[in-house]
């Protein structure tokens, strides 16, 4: 029996009793029997008889129909091109054929559409296949979703069944809307033998591309072969910057005196508090002073009245303060590279930044003197309304998976895996411009932007949640460079300063009726978003190099592996109380902190945290002053319930002075002392704190590490400022106590 078609030739010898012998040869055509396959060539036509050699059908989908109909249990697809088609249980499809099904031919592609049946835009599409079937030879290419937001896959594969097996098929993802996948299988099992299976490039803004991605309790046995995902997209952009609002409201002026009667002064501005200013005094008389300017709701002091004449005295009226400019907005935090994985990758966009504070009012002008009734003072102008804040940070780049798995289960052996290159992040939203002051009071100060997106990831194997992943002789490998966060969004322009208040017409003026200011303070910069990740595997946070080769294997449910620490960074939003020269403000101060914590640590064991407080920027002025330095300054970290204490050290760090840095325990709390005095105009870098601790919980027990303090009276944070040049005063050092409301966990580490 010939078990192949083709040619052959028979000899049949014949041996006698005597040994004389005699040679017969026959040719032997042995053709193969299609009576139990269906036939499909792109020469045929669809019709309720065809599938013969003579009679092929002309489409996949009407040739499985009709091997259903008639008991066959194989469809052979022919070289040329085919639309997509669903798989039915227990029927092969191969492909490859030569026009005349005698030999191997050409390719046999088959192109994906959108099929309504299923909601899935694929080639080929497979549900509960649970008697065992083949799909074997086939080329799959997904169609063009770009424009409706699908993902456009080469083969899609749901449901129960496990009788699916994918022999020596190329599988390439088409033009994705979004998630960009060549091959998805969602819940069912399936076996796979020298694939090549590349997904297209990720096109919508921060979308991410998949080469195979299993999903639900999706089993799969990938035996040889290659997997490549395309490249992911890089995150949108924020919009552009607020616009500026509008100016702060204008002080009154100053009454008119009339003979002997003295002028009334300037009413108060009714801005938002504190940017309502202060009243003008009312005029001098003959035997009188004017009387002084009341100050702002922001604390500017009133000027001076001028003396009445009867005394001889010339002495004018002096100018009302300026107001205090309000604080800076604070930067938005950039996008985390920390993986959110789903049944999709999810990145993190740039964090909102915070609007700048309204400015002070002006103080109002002091009361003319006068010979007969002075004119009164003018009030203070109100101070420019905060800006507004950036509210749309920079998004989140795409990443770029090789095979992603969630909840799932994969076993590759022998199959070579590369993740394509991941998207940048976005860059943040400026802030808005403050708004300018009115006559007499400051500007407002900038708001602040959006941080930028972070850059997606490039890896070759991601497992989340439960299953379990094998490697076995599988090169897996990421992008060669990490993908960069999107720039964080540029600070938003100062208010300007407002003009001087008006005075009296009539019976003279001082220097001025209420002082001006200058622009306020500037804000801080968005911050980038982080770089993104790669690696070669990523096992519910245990890492291989980007480079991988060999054998790993992952428990079910999670890795068997601790995993593995990262440097996350977090924003927090702290609250100061400032005193200094018997006047209180309050104001934000945002800040953040750089923590690497173990993820988990054995009961009874020591690990070290490693603690770095966000660089602080000194600003050169602060209310229209001048800032002389900031010094001695104090952070506090918590020490959690379940760990003790061992030791802490500290190292690096720079622009801090000629003090010396030291770290201790006090109070319950892990601090930090830079007392050396931080120059006006720096950026200082505080050192990084290295507390080592012991695990003394149960198993089980969550250590979260944070910044200690819970009130003013009980600060996260402490420093003194130097400022200058203030009227009268001169130079006042304030003193301000700061802590979070809401106070993130910074880094947990669970004792196993």
Excluded at 90 to 102: L, W
Excluded at 104 to 119: F, M, N, Q, R, W
Excluded at 291 to 312: D, H, Q, R
Excluded at 633 to 659: D, E, I, K
């Amino acid at each position: 029996m010939y078990a192949n078609p083709g040619t052959y030739t028979a000899r049949l010898i014949v041996t006698g009793n005597t040994g004389a012998t005699d040679t017969e040869t026959m040719v032997i055509e042995v053709v193969r029997d299609l009576s139990g396959i269906v036939l499909v060539s792109t020469a045929g036509a669809d019709s309720a008889s065809c599938g013969s050699a003579a009679e092929p059908c002309a489409t996949i989908g009407h040739g499985l129909e009709r091997a259903v109909a008639t008991g066959r249990d194989e469809v052979w697809a022919a070289q040329g091109g085919y639309p997509a088609f669903t798989v039915r249980s227990g029927v092969d499809v191969r492909g490859g054929y030569s026009a005349d099904f005698t030999g191997s031919g050409a390719a046999t592609v088959v192109s994906g559409s959108y099929d309504p049946a299923s909601g899935v835009s694929a080639a080929i599409i497979a549900h509960d296949v649970t008697a065992p079937t083949t799909v074997a030879g086939l080329t799959a290419v997904g169609g063009d979703e770009s424009t409706s937001g699908r993902t456009s896959l080469a083969a899609y594969v749901d449901g129960s069944g496990a009788g699916l097996s994918l022999d020596g098929v190329t599988l390439t993802g088409g033009v994705s809307g979004s998630s960009a996948t060549a091959l998805l299988v969602d819940g069912a099992t399936v076996a796979l033998t020298a694939p090549v299976i590349r997904s297209g490039d990720a096109t919508g803004a921060g979308q991410s591309a998949y080469g195979v991605r299993a999903i639900n309790g999706a089993v799969l046995d990938i035996d040889g072969g290659s997997i490549e995902s395309g490249a992911g997209a890089a995150g949108a952009a924020a919009p552009v910057a607020p616009s500026a609002p509008a100016p702060g409201c204008a002080g009154g002026a100053g009454g008119n005196g009339s003979g002997s009667n003295r002028g009334p002064g300037g009413a108060a501005c009714a801005g938002s508090a504190p940017a309502n200013s202060g009243a003008g005094g009312n005029g001098g008389g003959y035997s009188s002073s004017g009387e002084s300017g009341a100050p702002s709701g922001g604390g500017a002091s009133g000027g001076s009245g001028g003396c009445g004449s009867l005394f001889g005295c010339g002495t004018d009226a002096s100018g009302g303060s300026a107001g205090w400019a309000g604080s800076a907005g604070s930067g938005g935090e950039g996008g985390s590279s920390t993986l959110a994985a789903g049944v999709t990758f999810s990145g993190q966009a740039g964090s909102a930044g915070t609007a700048g504070a309204p400015g002070a009012g002006g103080g109002g002008g002091g009361g003319k003197s006068a010979s007969g009734g002075g004119g009164g003072g003018g009030a203070g102008g109100g101070g420019g309304v905060s800006g507004a804040a950036a509210t749309a940070g920079g998004s989140a780049g795409g990443g770029s998976f090789g095979v992603y798995v969630h909840n799932s289960s994969v076993d590759l052996s022998g199959v070579t895996v590369t993740a394509g290159t991941a998207g940048d992040g976005g860059a943040g939203q400026s802030g808005g411009a403050g708004g300018s002051g009115g006559s007499g009071g400051p500007g407002g100060n900038k708001s602040c932007c959006e941080g930028g997106g972070a850059g997606g990831p490039s890896i070759g194997l991601l497992h989340s949640g439960s299953g379990s992943v094998a490697t076995s002789g599988s090169p897996i490998g990421a992008a060669p460079t990490a993908s960069a966060g999107g720039n964080g969004g540029a600070a938003g322009a100062a208010g300007v300063g407002g003009a001087p208040g008006n005075c009296a017409n009539i019976g003279g003026c001082g220097p001025s009726g209420g002082a001006s200011s200058g622009s306020g303070n500037a804000g801080t910069a968005g911050r980038s978003g982080a770089a993104g990740l790669r690696y070669g595997i990523w096992d519910n946070g245990a890492t291989t190099d980007p480079s991988h080769s060999g054998t790993t294997t992952s428990s079910t449910t999670t890795s068997s592996t601790a995993p593995a620490a990262q440097p996350v960074h977090t924003a927090v939003a702290m609250s100061c109380y400032t005193t200094a020269a018997g006047q209180t403000s309050y104001d934000a101060n945002d800040t953040g902190a750089t923590v690497l914590a173990p993820t988990t640590v054995a009961a009874g064991a020591d690990f070290d945290v490693e603690l770095t407080p966000d660089p602080m920027a000194v600003p050169t002025s602060g209310g229209g002053y001048p800032i002389g330095y900031v010094a001695n300054v104090q952070y506090r970290f918590n020490v959690p319930a379940g760990a003790t204490f061992v030791g802490a050290t500290y190292s690096g760090g720079s622009n801090l002075g000629s003090g010396t840095p030291s770290v201790a325990v006090s109070g319950g709390k892990v601090v930090l002392t830079v007392p050396g005095t931080l120059a006006a105009g720096v950026s200082a870098n505080f050192p990084k704190v290295t507390v080592t601790f012991q695990a003394t919980g149960a198993a089980g027990t969550s250590l979260g590490f944070a910044y200690a303090g819970t009130s003013y009276g009980d600060p996260a944070l402490t420093f003194q400022t130097r400022v200058n040049n203030i009227p009268i005063l001169g130079s006042v050092t304030s003193t301000s106590n700061c802590y979070a409301a809401t106070n993130p966990i910074l880094a947990t580490t669970v004792i196993s």
